[in-house]
């Protein structure tokens, strides 16, 4: 049981790193058409980092207490994907980023790579 603590805090903290966005902002962004228009779509359906997006603002929004395993384990999937979306680097110019499809869709993840800390 003391493993899966000391698991729960090392994700808990990894995925505060990893989505820099508050629940309000990611929640705003999400309703926006540049959000929409990136990421794959089945079938003319939701994209999956939209979905994901949904998801995380609700992760966001649930107090530390209340997080399940699943939580945990779905915040490590979301760490997982903003690092390997950030090491396949973005357009080289700053200029270039702000409306990339790479910075939109990993905006939809919670994570500006724009974002002062």
């Known amino acids: 049981m003391a493993q899966q603590a000391d698991d729960h805090a090392k994700t808990y903290e990894a995925f505060r790193d990893a989505v820099n966005m508050t629940a309000a902002k990611l929640?705003?962004?999400l309703e926006t058409e540049e959000s929409r228009s990136v990421g794959q779509k089945a079938e003319g359906g939701e994209a999956t980092g939209h979905r994901e997006g949904r998801r995380i603002v609700t992760l966001l929004r649930t107090k530390k207490s209340d997080l399940t395993d699943d939580d945990y384990a779905h915040m490590?999937?979301?760490?997982?994907?903003v690092h390997r979306h950030l090491k396949q680097g973005g357009?080289?110019?700053?200029?270039k980023v702000k409306d990339s499809p790479w910075r939109l869709?990993?905006?939809?993840?919670?994570?500006?790579?724009?974002?002062?800390?």
């Open 27 to 29: 929640g705003a962004f």
């Open 76 to 81: 490590a999937k979301v760490v997982g994907y």
């Open 91 to 95: 357009p080289s110019e700053t200029a």
């Open 105 to 117: 869709s990993l905006m939809n993840w919670g994570h500006d790579p724009l974002k002062d800390d």
